[in-house]
């Protein structure tokens, strides 16, 4: 691994391009290529909604550039922090097997990048291929510092659905007017949560239903009678979203960087997290057709309920025709939701099976709770927290791996409870009663290649809500889900053991259950979050210690040169 000096001297003078710095090395069409990257974390002013102000992104961009490369590639992201915050990138969905110094969360697996340092990630790309996407790992940053991963399949492997003539990106992101840093720090020192966005985004604009987007509304041209392909990612930070198309449908292929059994919808639902890969025919009278997005929210909470919009245009229609909006799922719509999440299912062909596991090592449950803790200098004389098995995670000042490969002593426990120490009638009347939340930095440990089954169960404890869980290092089937209480006697029987979807991110119904599995085959310590960012704040997260196997290729590999310190 090259240091940062000389990862420094090797970028030294290079110009940027319009994708960031894209170095394709490439041996031969069949073989890996290394495909290198340059991060310039820098500040720049950028203007939305009449509002001008400095926002952190890479190499000026917002959203960032999109990485592009081939199952089977490696990838060198030499990351140079010029901002004044500390900042840790993440290659969500990527699973980077025994390699999770490359991972990126802020403390879990890595110290963050200092100003004015450098840090090279150093991963490969193996057995996946589709849409995933990176983003900061470390205060709310990623509000502007996110891009979309493009993974294409191996040269000369086709798609598993029709080739479409074309492809996009369509990253749905959240505005704020304020500096997000300096909001979320006035929601902390009242103790409430800080004021919700001014917009969604699509790839970074909000489109000509807010002021002053003249300049900021994406448009994309299409030609009648072709097919294309939209590579959807949900980068807001605490906000579910509808999508649709106004008179075209939309068939699903893939989530998260998995084929589906494919099937088609007017709209989709995606969490925070999540991404979604869409065939859409340009079928429709040539014209202007909005694209649009919105929050779903079930539970009686305020969020930024206005509508994103971007334009579908058919070739050689003027900009002057007006138009016209889809027609999405109300913002509380419960059936929708669940109804749509029913209908995703692995491809589970010889090529492309789902290995789920059908014994289970380990079965755990985790609670999912909201409390409140004395704060007196707060509005309400009191703070939000929240809690996995009534354990409020507090983040450590030494990264979770670099203690667990050097052993370092009094970072961690490894006494995370597999259940919650009082049962309860989870989603009952609102409970309010205090069940004893402690904070602590407590994970669990996981033997390597046992199977596990992880039921989340959310709660009523203040109020319900719905919550999307991201585990870092793996894929994970969802075996099932429901509304209620888990009912360990009766549920497994209804589970979806033959062809569940498999993903990185799964939301876990307000008033619900979610029920995954997935085998630890790679060794290191991994995030579990919920990735809504206003959760994951107030201590919604844990971690999994999985074990070195026997073997030496089952070891957590050593950690590069460069990896930053505290």
């Known amino acids: 691994m090259a240091s940062s000096s000389s990862w420094n001297q090797i970028f030294c003078g290079l110009a940027f391009v319009f994708f960031g710095l894209f170095l394709g090395s490439f041996t031969s069409p069949a073989e890996a290529a290394i495909k290198k990257y340059q991060f310039d974390v820098q500040v720049k002013n950028v203007s939305r909604l009449c509002h001008a102000k400095p926002i952190v992104t890479v190499n000026g961009r ?107 990106e369509i990253v749905l992101g959240e505005w704020w007017n304020a500096d997000v840093e300096e909001v979320v720090k006035q929601g902390t020192n009242m103790g409430l949560p800080p004021n919700s966005s001014d917009a969604h985004t699509i790839n970074g604009k909000p489109g000509p239903l807010f002021p002053c987007s003249e300049k900021h509304t994406y448009a994309m041209e299409v030609e009648q009678g072709k097919t294309y392909l939209l590579r ?17 449908n939309l068939t699903v292929v893939e989530v998260d960087a998995v084929y589906t059994k494919p099937f088609t919808t ?78 995703l299912k692995s491809l589970n062909t010889p090529k492309f099976p789902a290995n789920v596991p059908l014994k289970v090592d380990r079965h755990l449950f985790y609670t999912i709770g909201f409390g409140t803790q004395s704060c007196p ?80 169960q959310d709660t009523n404890l203040l109020t319900v809500e719905s919550h999307p869980f991201h585990l870092h290092g793996y894929n994970f089937f969802v075996v099932g889900t429901g509304i209620g209480n888990f009912d360990p006697a009766k549920d497994p029987a209804k589970y979806n053991l033959v062809d569940p979807v498999e993903r990185n991110t799964v939301g876990v119904p307000t008033g619900g259950w979610t029920a995954i599995r997935f085998r630890a085959d790679n060794p290191g310590v991994w995030f579990m979050h919920c990735h809504l960012e206003l959760h994951t704040g107030w201590g919604l997260k844990t971690a999994f210690v999985v074990e070195d196997g026997p073997a030496k290729h089952q070891s957590v590999l050593p950690p590069p040169k460069d990896l930053p310190k505290c």
């Open 232 to 248: 959807i990612i949900n980068a807001a930070l605490n906000d579910e979203l509808f999508f649709g198309i106004a008179g075209h």
């Open 62 to 168: 917002f959203p960032g550039p999109t990485i592009y490369v081939r199952e089977g590639d490696s990838v060198l992201v030499n990351v140079t922090n010029h901002a004044q915050y500390n900042m840790s990138i993440h290659w969500h969905g990527l699973k980077q097997y025994r390699n999770g110094w490359a991972d990126g969360p802020a403390y879990v697996t890595q110290c963050p990048i200092q100003t004015g340092n450098s840090y090279t990630y150093a991963f490969n790309v193996t057995g996946q291929r589709g849409t995933l996407w990176w983003h900061a790992h470390i205060l709310w940053l990623r509000a502007t510092v996110y891009g979309a991963i493009v993974i294409m399949p191996k040269q000369g492997t086709p798609f598993p659905f029709p080739q479409p003539h074309r492809e996009a």
């Open 266 to 343: 007017q709209a989709i639902l995606i969490a925070p997290g999540q991404t979604t890969n869409v065939l859409v025919q340009a079928n429709q009278v040539p014209n202007r057709y909005f694209m649009a997005a919105r929050p779903f929210m079930d539970a009686p909470l305020q969020i930024d309920n206005k509508t994103v919009t971007a334009i579908l245009q058919y070739r050689g229609v003027p900009n002057s025709v007006l138009p016209m909006l889809p027609q999405l799922p109300s913002p509380n719509d419960t059936t929708f939701a669940l109804g749509y999440d029913k209908k």
């Open 377 to 456: 200098s707060c509005l309400n004389g009191t703070r939000f927290v929240a809690s996995l098995n009534n354990i409020t995670f507090e983040m450590p000042q030494v990264a979770l791996l670099q203690a667990h490969y050097f052993n370092i002593k009094g970072v961690f426990k490894t006494n995370f409870p597999d259940k919650p120490p009082t049962p309860f009638n989870y989603t009952g009347a609102p409970l309010t009663a205090n069940l004893g939340t402690s904070k602590g930095t407590r994970l669990s440990k996981i033997a390597f290649n046992s199977t596990v089954e992880l039921v989340l």
